[in-house]
């Protein structure tokens, strides 16, 4: 299936387009006709899976099919709550990307920083407002924020807000919205709590699973390099050197960062090019054109821009930047090792991504080989003697058989696991 065929408007296929994103995943293939119908969903799938596109593309039509012929400020008519200031900003980035034709505007707020500048735009008019729970429910008490005019609510990772605490603040806010809305809630898992919370708040809701992503790792060898951030560009050159990795594809953290990082890699005398949302569509199809037939050896891209990259016979996957998200690294090196064909996933970790690489490594059940021997180390060193989670007895790491050239560069004895 395309997103052709979900009935979705010229705005929106224009900014898939864009993005080179022409497939939807299980969960928006089953989610985006069940919101464009106004019905509530409950969605049990976790990051990774593509649920942020699974509501905020419906979300941008509905709101586009209604624009209000209002004067002054735009009102609030789209509500997503999100535990995390990370997630916040991905799950704007999102809603930015997909929205940019439809004339929809949207913000993002979350404490840890000054208010002032949320405040302001708050004042100027938003039509989707993106949130963690503890900023909007001071913004609401100040009065800077109104959700008298919200039409759809959406409560992500709800399993998470019970985890950190959050979920007496996500009843006190939705207390505070209109009882006559849609809502769209989705969670991992469905602890009573959870369960009951939903129960409560939708109205018979059509619910939507999709399969857990973490299964994607187990076919593809996997190996960790400790070092420090400053290194990583060095590090990444002298792994290129290697003529065994005839095409990798280099996940970066951000926009600018793909830049220069791509920069870096030609001055070295490596071909590469890096494809992201500022760059025109002519000139990421000219980069993924020239990666696909082999004028450049090494695409690095952002998260967003990747997901519409297919490419036959990709041997690696590196992760110059570990994601926050766990289920997007499993996202990442499913890129490789596609179709019964051997994979590799390369990963660089420093000090401040030692918690991702844990939480990475309980997902996917797994510790990740080290490898120890190369010139760009730690300065402080943070690999334990013993695994993190034990190795399946069956069947773990099977993988990596008959890769003995890639076997001998790691002692599979040591991970991670603070």
């Known amino acids: 299936m395309t997103f052709d065929q979900l009935n979705l408007q010229e705005p929106l296929l224009k900014a898939l387009k864009d993005t080179g994103y022409t497939n939807p995943t299980p969960i928006q293939e089953k989610s985006i006709p069940i919101v464009l119908q106004q019905k509530d969903l409950l969605g049990c799938a976790q990051t990774g899976t593509g649920k942020t596109a699974a509501f905020a593309i419906p979300v941008l039509q509905l709101l586009h099919s209604q624009q209000p012929a209002q004067r002054g400020p735009r009102a609030v008519r789209a509500l997503v709550l999100t535990p995390t200031r990370e997630l916040a900003i991905q799950i704007e980035e999102s809603f930015r990307t997909y929205g940019k034709y439809t004339g929809l505007n949207q913000m993002v707020i979350f404490g840890g920083v000054s208010q002032g500048s949320q405040v302001n735009a708050l004042r100027n008019g938003v039509d989707i407002l993106i949130a963690t729970p503890g900023r909007l429910l001071d913004l609401l008490n100040q009065g800077f924020v109104n959700l008298q005019h919200l039409q759809l609510f959406v409560l992500d990772e709800a399993d998470r807000m019970l985890d950190m605490g959050f979920i007496h603040d996500v009843k006190r806010i939705i207390a505070r919205i209109p009882v006559k809305r849609q809502t769209l809630f989705f969670s991992a ?27 994607t790792a187990e076919k593809i060898a996997q190996e960790v390099y400790f070092t420090d951030k400053d290194s990583k560009r060095s590090l990444l050159i002298h792994v290129l050197e290697n003529s065994t990795i005839e095409r990798a594809l280099v996940f970066a953290r951000t926009k600018y960062g793909s830049d220069k990082i791509a920069k870096a890699l030609t001055r070295a005398g490596i071909k590469a090019d890096a494809i992201h949302g500022d760059k025109s569509q002519n000139a990421r199809q000219h980069a993924l054109n020239n990666f696909k037939n082999g004028k450049i050896r090494i695409l690095v891209a952002t998260d967003i821009a990747a997901r519409g990259i297919d490419v036959d016979n990709l041997t690696h996957v590196i992760n110059y930047e570990l994601p926050n998200v766990p289920e997007t690294y499993v996202h990442r090196i499913g890129r490789t090792g596609r179709a019964g064909a051997s994979g590799i996933a390369i990963s660089f970790c420093d000090a ?12 996917i059940k797994q510790s990740i080989p080290v490898v120890e021997e190369h010139p760009f180390p730690a300065a402080k060193t943070f690999i334990a003697p013993q695994p993190a989670i034990q190795k399946k007895s069956a069947g773990g790491g099977g993988n990596r058989n008959g890769n003995n050239g890639f076997k001998k560069r790691f002692n599979s004895n040591h991970s991670f696991n603070r």
Do not use: F, H
Request: glycine letters at 2%; charged letters at 30%.
């Open 189 to 215: 898992t469905m602890p009573p709590e959870i369960a009951g919370l939903a129960n409560t708040i939708l109205k018979d809701p059509i619910k939507v699973e999709v399969t857990p992503v973490s299964s």
């Open 352 to 363: 401040e991504e030692r918690a991702y690489l844990k939480d990475i490594q309980k997902l």
